[in-house]
C-alpha cells in the first residue's frame, strides 16, 4: 500500500449526486454518457501508464531478483503439502527468470474469461491495500509487480481478488478491465484459505491487517498453505515493543517462531516501493513444534485502546463526493 494512498479514511467512492429532477432529466442522461465516455478514456490512459510500470520492471534487475525470491519461497511451500503439490514445483522450476514476458505469457491471463485447464493446480492470490495506482507512481508499480507475477507463473487474473477501500469508480473499472477480481466488501484481512493455496499480496499495509489474516488461519493446516508478501515482521519485532506487540498484535507476535521470512531484494531504482517488503511462509515441521496451547487461543482482534491502527474499518463512515 503506497502512504501516500493511506492518508484520508473512506470506503467506495461514489458516483456524482443522484438528485435529478424530470424537467433536467434528459440532460442528466447526456451528461451521464459523457462520464462514461471520459471513465473510458481515463482507463485507457490508465492501463497505458500500467503497461509501462510493467515494462520498466521487466528491464530492471529488481524484477529478476524479486521473481527469484518469491518462487523459491513458493517452492518450499508447495513441497511440503501432502502429497507436494507436482504441477506448480514443475512451473516455478521452468520460469525462466531472465527472460521477459511474451506474448504468449501475457495472454495466458489477461482476459477476464479464462478457464483453468484440466488437472492444472493454481494458487489462488489475494491483494489487500494496493492504493490509488491511478494517481500514484508508487501504487501503480506495486500492482504492475503483481500482474506480471500472476502472468509468469500462470496464474489466470480471476483467481486473484483484489481490494482497497480507496479505489475510485475509475480504478474498479482499470481492474475490471484487467481481469481480476474486485473485492466489493471489506474484509478486515479477514479472509480465510479455505484450505487451498494462496499467496496474500500486502504491501505496506496496517499491521492490524497481518494480525486479522493470521487470526482467520489460525491453525497448522491453513497457516502451512499460505504465503505472505508484506511488511517484515521482522521489522515489526525490532519496531514494536514485546508489550505492545503482544497486546495489539497477538497473532503476529506468536507466530514468528513459527515461520520463515525472505527480504525482498533492494535496488535504488525500487527503494521507496518495495521498501521493508519480505515473503513469509509457515513450514509445518515449525509450526508443529509451536506450544499446543498456542493454537487454543483464538479470541478475534477488536484493537480498543490500540493507538495507530492503521487500517480502515468496514464500520468507518464512508467518504462521500460532493454533488
Known amino acids: 500500500m503506497a502512504a501516500a494512498a493511506r492518508s484520508a479514511p473512506g470506503t467506495w467512492q461514489t458516483a456524482a449526486s443522484r438528485r435529478r429532477s424530470a424537467a433536467r432529466r434528459p440532460r442528466q442522461e447526456v451528461k451521464a454518457g459523457g462520464r462514461e465516455t471520459e471513465l473510458e478514456a481515463d482507463t485507457e490512459v490508465v492501463l497505458r501508464r500500467l503497461q509501462e510500470a510493467e515494462n520498466d520492471l521487466l528491464i530492471s534487475a529488481f524484477w529478476s531478483s524479486a521473481l527469484e525470491t518469491v518462487s523459491q519461497c513458493l517452492t518450499e511451500q508447495l513441497g511440503q503439502q501432502k502429497p507436494p503439490v507436482r504441477t506448480l514445483l514443475e512451473a516455478f522450476g521452468s520460469l525462466h527468470l531472465d527472460s521477459p514476458l511474451g506474448k504468449s505469457d501475457v495472454a495466458h491471463a489477461s482476459s477476464p474469461g479464462e478457464t483453468l485447464d484440466p488437472g492444472t493446480c493454481h494458487v489462488k492470490c489475494v491483494c489487500y491495500g494496493i492504493g490509488n495506482f491511478a494517481t500514484c507512481i508508487t501504487a501503480r508499480i506495486q500492482l504492475a509487480f503483481l500482474l506480471l507475477f500472476l502472468d509468469k507463473c ?39 484459505v479455505c484450505g487451498e493455496l494462496t499467496i496474500f499480496y500486502m504491501l505496506h499495509c496496517g499491521t492490524a491487517l497481518y494480525n486479522n489474516l493470521l487470526w482467520s488461519n489460525w491453525s497448522v493446516d491453513a497457516l502451512s498453505r499460505m504465503v505472505i508478501i508484506g511488511n517484515s515482521f521482522k521489522g515489526l519485532e525490532e519496531r514494536l515493543l514485546t508489550r505492545i506487540l503482544q497486546k495489539n498484535y497477538p497473532y503476529i507476535a506468536k507466530i514468528l517462531e513459527g515461520l520463515e521470512e525472505v527480504e525482498f531484494p533492494q535496488t535504488a531504482e525500487y527503494m521507496d516501493t518495495f521498501n521493508d517488503t519480505s515473503v513469509h511462509w509457515f513450514p509445518t515441521q515449525k509450526l508443529e513444534r509451536l506450544p499446543r496451547d498456542l493454537w487454543t487461543f483464538r479470541e478475534e482482534p477488536d484493537y480498543q485502546g490500540c493507538e495507530d491502527l492503521e487500517i480502515i474499518r468496514k464500520t468507518d463512515p464512508p467518504t462521500v463526493n460532493p454533488p
Open 154 to 192: 500462470q496464474t489466470p487474473r480471476s483467481h486473484c481478488w483484489v481490494y482497497d477501500p480507496l479505489f475510485s469508480p475509475l480504478e474498479i473499472a482499470v481492474l475490471n478491465t484487467l481481469g481480476v477480481t474486485v473485492l466489493s466488501e471489506n474484509e478486515e484481512g479477514k479472509r480465510s
